[in-house]
């Protein structure tokens, strides 16, 4: 059995990270800080999933848009394979909670959008089209437009899009929150799978505990504003994971130990 991450590098290190944000206060136009993140620490080692969880509005988007490049830190830094993160870029992909494909293109067009744009040998883009096509199981959905899947596919075909580049880093911002139940352990099952073939680094912020539980192998508890991190417990569920995980007892004490943690944050 393959036990937790193998590789032993740091990938991701976030070094007391602030983060504030100016606000209207009220009357008038008085503006205000807002401070959102405070004093941010965290180490992520290559191939390692962890589960991000917070109350809602306790600033794990503006974390995770951090780790992106699409905001800056105020303070403190963000290394990424020990190079600083400035801007995005296709090595640390990001997935959103509602598939951002584009509508006039068909699944391949969209998930191949990528490698097209970085003018790869059509060879290649066919070769590793039908990899990661088949690796979300969208295989024979080629020519449907976004508008004609349902949300758990669109969520497959945006998953494709962004591995297709190989990415070394996944952010991943509650990504599944929009689905319907059977669809979100549905796509949990995939996710768990795609980690056990390709191994990719995630950063995976959700609100629900047993989804955390179930993908992570660390978790992180955020508390609220202004964010910090308040909790971390290792997942000691062995990989390749196994939905039946969810019934056991072990299961149902950690869940019971993080939800104390997050229901004092909601007080
Ligand atoms: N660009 C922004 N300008 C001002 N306030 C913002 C901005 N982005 C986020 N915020 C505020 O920061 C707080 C944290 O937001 P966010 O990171 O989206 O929380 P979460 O993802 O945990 O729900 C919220 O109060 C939100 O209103
Ligand atoms: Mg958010």
Redesign the pocket.
């Known amino acids: 059995m393959k036990g937790p991450p193998m590789e032993n590098k740091t990938a991701l290190v976030i070094d007391k990270v602030d983060k504030s944000?100016?606000?209207k206060t009220g009357k008038k136009s008085e503006v205000g800080l807002?401070q959102?993140?405070r004093a941010i620490s965290m180490s992520v080692m290559e191939g390692e999933i962890i589960g991000l969880l917070?109350?809602?509005?306790?600033?794990?988007?503006?974390?995770?848009?951090i780790v992106a490049g699409f905001?800056q830190p105020d303070k403190g830094e963000v290394l990424f394979q020990g190079e600083p993160v400035v801007i995005p870029a296709p090595e640390r992909s990001v997935l959103f909670q509602s598939a951002v494909l584009f509508p006039w293109f068909t699944v391949k067009e969209n998930i191949v959008y990528g490698l097209r744009n970085r003018r790869e040998n059509q060879g290649i883009i066919e070769k590793k089209y039908c990899q990661y096509v088949q690796l979300v199981g969208l295989k024979g959905f080629d020519n449907y437009y976004p508008n004609q899947l349902s949300g758990g596919m669109q969520q497959r075909a945006a998953l494709a899009r962004a591995l297709i580049m190989e990415p070394r880093m996944l952010l991943m911002?509650?990504p599944f929150a929009a689905l319907d139940a059977q669809t979100r352990m549905l796509m949990q099952q995939l996710l768990l799978g795609i980690s056990e073939q390709i191994k990719p680094t995630i950063l995976f912020?959700t609100?629900d505990i047993e989804e955390a539980l179930i993908l992570s192998d660390r978790i992180l508890v955020?508390s609220k504003?202004p964010?910090k991190i308040i909790y971390e417990v290792t997942v000691p569920f062995s990989r390749p994971r196994d939905l039946s995980m969810i019934g056991s007892y072990g299961f149902a004490k950690m869940k019971d130990e993080i939800r104390q943690y997050l229901f004092d944050q909601l007080l």
Not at 54 to 65: A, E, H, Q, V, Y
């Open positions: 944000f100016s606000v807002l959102v993140l917070g109350p809602s509005g306790c600033g794990k988007s503006t974390l995770l848009n905001e911002d509650e912020i609100h955020m504003l964010g």
